[in-house]
């Protein structure tokens, strides 16, 4: 598929597209080559480009907006990392009913089951001490504040002596 055709060919999208076309091929699963990206790697870009997410800056905070249908506050984790990285992640599992033991068989599966991620990296001003993610109706927000800014330095006045 020529991804220039859909309006994607930006040096991102022809990287995505590269890996996921190597996985689909299975190119990835040869551990002898140097030449692809690991599996580990593909499954994270693979779980990153399904996770869309708003940005929202504030006067005093930071939010971030993602789409979780279906999802427990249990299955979802936010987490810190070094250098000022929020991690959003978790899995989506495929719900095992009473159905599936009676002989029922999905005809057609079409939402995303799997694991998902998300990684921003926050601005300097970001206070990582104070985060704060709610889910509500299958919408994930979360809430970092900013540092307040710093004041600014007074200039300090020099007394001139008389020599």
């Known amino acids: 598929m020529d991804i220039s055709l859909m309006g994607f060919d930006t040096p991102f999208f022809r990287n995505l597209h590269h890996i996921l076309e190597a996985t689909d091929n299975g190119t990835t699963n040869n551990k002898s080559s140097n030449a692809g990206p690991t599996g580990v790697y593909v499954r994270d870009a693979r779980a990153m480009a399904a996770t869309p997410a708003d940005v929202k800056e504030y006067p005093k ?7 979780m249908p279906g999802l427990k506050s249990g299955d979802i984790k936010v987490q810190i990392e070094e250098d000022n990285v929020l991690v959003i992640s978790g899995e989506r599992k495929r719900e095992h009913d009473q159905e599936e033991k009676e002989g029922v068989k999905y005809v057609r599966m079409e ?53």
């Open 61 to 67: 905070s930071y939010v971030f907006i993602v789409d």
């Open 111 to 163: 939402r995303r089951i799997g694991k998902f991620m998300r990684k921003f990296a926050l601005p300097e001003n970001a206070n990582t001490e104070k985060i704060s993610a709610i889910c509500k109706d299958g919408i994930l927000t979360v809430t970092v504040e900013k540092l307040p800014p710093p004041e600014p330095k007074k200039p300090k006045t020099i007394q001139v002596q008389v020599a």
